[in-house]
Structures are given as C-alpha cells and as structure tokens.
T-cell receptor, first 112, second 115 residues
Framework: KAGVTQTPRYLIKTRGQQVTLSCSPISGHRSVSWYQQTPGQGLQFLFEYFSETQRNKGNFPGRFSGRQFSNSRSEMNVSTLELGDSALYLC???????????FGQGTRLTVV | GENVEQHPSTLSVQEGDSAVIKCTYSDSASNYFPWYKQELGKGPQLIIDIRSNVGEKKDQRIAVTLNKTAKHFSLHITETQPEDSAVYFCAAEPYSGGGADGLTFGKGTHLIIQP
C-alpha cells in the first residue's frame, strides 16, 4: 500500500500571497488531519476531516482553511501569508477518528 | 485543552544500553497515546501506541507504559542501535462523545546513540 502523499514537497511564497497544499491519504483511509511543525512551537494540530466534514479545528487564525473531497483527498489553504507561516506542514491519515495516524513527508513552506 | 510535557529534551546513551523517555498529560479525557520517531527530512513515523484501557504494550525492543492515575506514559527502548538515533515525540488525544480532538504533541526528545 502506498503511504500518505503530500505535494508539493517544497514551496517558496511571498508575504501576502496564498498557498494550497495537497494530501492523498492511504487507500481506504477516511480521516485526514493537518499539523504545522516549527522549531519554536513544535507540532501543532490544525484541523481534521472525516467524510468530507471538518470534525475539529486547532487554535489557528481563519487564514488557515481546508477541505476534503469525496475520495478522501484533502487540501489546505493559507491566505495572506505571513513570515511566521514558514513551517513544515504535515498531513496524516487514519481509518477513522481516534485511530492510528500515519504521516506523510510534509510540505516545507518558506514565506519570504 | 490538552497539554503534554516531554522529558528529557536530549538523551545520549551508549549503543546497547536502554533509553527511557517520559511524558505527562493534563486532560483526563485523553484515551490514545502514540509515539512517533522522526528522522531528518522525514515525516513522523508511528512506532507504538497505547490506549487508556491498557497499562503496557511491547513490540520487540520497544515498550510503552501508561499510568492513568498519575497521567504519565513512557517509552522504553532496549538494546539501542545506531539507527534508533532520531527525534521521538509523544502525543495524547482526548476523545469525547462528539469525536476526537486531534493529537497534542510533546516538544520531542533528541535521542543520540553513541557507538
């Protein structure tokens, strides 16, 4: 079985721009969650989707949003990028809620 | 919300010795406790997990223990090998009738295996 696939792997954007990151979960998995990893704050929960519905959201501003499609693939969007949004964005998939979560390799976003 | 503390931040052990990493959590609603290993340039890899109805779980050289009363859980790695060198994260996930709340992670432990 293929693992969690995140695209692109690396991204450089300018302040004020917006960005969309993509995540393809493990085949058969219906839950997708997103995390932000930075050296200062560590790994922080952004949001989780299950059956195309956002089930929970972390403590991030409204500039961070996401969605899940009927095939369980997910995208997250960050609008009006700030320098502090530079981070590794990780996607994890699971069979359902409160189940094992398997991470992708992440998308490294740099905002300049 | 949940808060997870992890210690130590760096742990250096001789190859072949054991390593222990400890975490505490705050939310008594947490019922799922996974451990992840992250190597440079890679995403976190799930290595073992435990649920709140179990006190201990073992998988070859790796074991996890959970003390619900004290709200702490630990990762034990025996007979350490060079490939065990990585950053290890503990996490906790509260679960209520409405659904899971997402994983709350500790700050990580950089495990260094000295040859």
């Amino acid at each position: 079985k293929a693992g969690v696939t995140q695209t692109p792997r690396y991204l450089i954007k300018t302040r004020g721009q917006q960005v969309t990151l993509s995540c393809s979960p493990i085949s058969g998995h219906r839950s997708v969650s997103w995390y932000q990893q930075t050296p200062g704050q560590g790994l922080q929960f952004l949001f989780e989707y299950f059956s195309e519905t956002q089930r929970n959201k972390g403590n991030f501003p409204g500039r961070f949003s996401g969605r899940q499609f009927s095939n369980s693939r997910s995208e997250m969007n960050v609008s009006t990028l700030e320098l502090g949004d530079s981070a590794l964005y990780l996607c994890a998939s699971g069979e359902g809620l409160n189940t094992e979560a398997f991470f992708g390799q992440g998308t490294r976003l740099t905002v300049v | 919300g949940e808060n997870v503390e992890q210690h130590p931040s760096t742990l250096s052990v001789q190859e072949g010795d054991s390593a222990v990493i400890k975490c505490t959590y705050s939310d008594s609603a947490s019922n799922y406790f996974p451990w992840y290993k992250q190597e440079l340039g890679k995403g976190p890899q799930l290595i073992i997990d435990i649920r709140s109805n179990v006190g201990e779980k073992k998988d070859q050289r790796i074991a996890v223990t959970l003390n619900k009363t004290a709200k702490h859980f630990s990762l034990h790695i025996t007979e350490t090998q060079p490939e065990d060198s990585a950053v290890y994260f503990c996490a906790a996930e509260p679960y209520s009738g409405g659904g899971a709340d997402g994983l709350t992670f500790g700050k990580g432990t950089h495990l260094i295996i000295q040859p």
